[in-house]
């Protein structure tokens, strides 16, 4: 093999390597909620059976203190608001985001509690944050992840969710109170090292064949 054909081989091989990695990426997001240090604008009753964390513990179990819930306010005639509230995700470094999913809470079995409308920004510095760009509306008590996904990837230290509005309760409908069960961040992940060592293998490879 001539040094031509064998530098055509390996741009083509690579190439193919390359563009396998990425797609495998975007096919395989990663969930980086896990790793955030997370803040609220409130935690109800500063209790921590209500904290930030129980957004990223796993459990999507429907009952009482098993989500994070916003502190609450008296509001006319016992109404419990809790707006505006948000919460931020500092992901310790900057991620490739592809989309975030959002697990409600009917806080059970009192059923008292649940997030309608929100909206999801995007910073780098945690000073500047983007214009809302993904604005939704979860249902209540699905029990289930609702997907949303960024119009194009993102790259971003920080997610700020918005919480502007809340379900009122049809048990007893007094509350307003908001609050989430889960949340995922889903990230596209860098070539994998394995991807790297087979380029490494690959070149190597090349340049014996060459000295043959």
């Known amino acids: 093999m001539t040094m031509k054909s064998a530098a055509k081989m390996f741009f083509v091989l690579t190439s193919i390597l390359i563009v396998n990695s990425q ?3 975007l096919l395989n997001p990663v ?4 790793r955030a240090s997370i803040t609220a604008s409130s935690v109800y009753e500063n209790n921590p059976a ?4 129980r957004l990223v513990d796993g459990s999507t179990a429907p009952d009482w203190g098993n989500s994070w819930q916003a502190q609450g306010t008296l509001e006319g005639s016992g109404m419990r608001g809790t707006l505006p509230a948000w919460l931020i995700f ?3 470094s900057d991620y490739t985001l592809q989309s975030v999913s959002l697990f409600n809470t009917m806080n059970y079995p009192h059923q008292d509690t649940g997030t309608k409308e929100f909206n999801i920004q995007i910073s780098s510095d945690g000073v500047n944050y983007s214009s809302p760009l993904i604005t939704g509306q979860l249902e209540w008590q699905n029990q289930t992840y609702q997907d949303f996904s960024f119009d194009n990837l993102v790259s971003a230290r920080y997610v700020q969710i918005n919480l502007i509005s809340a ?4 048990f007893n409908g007094l509350y307003n109170r908001v609050g989430l069960n889960e949340v995922k961040i889903m990230a596209v992940p860098e070539p994998t090292s394995l991807s790297l060592l087979a380029l490494g293998g690959l070149a190597l490879a090349l340049n014996k064949r060459r000295r043959a």
């Open 23 to 25: 797609s495998q990426s």
């Open 167 to 170: 379900y009122v309760s049809t």
């Open 31 to 34: 969930n980086v909620a896990p």
């Open 90 to 92: 500092d992901l310790q």
């Open 50 to 53: 209500f904290g930030t964390q």
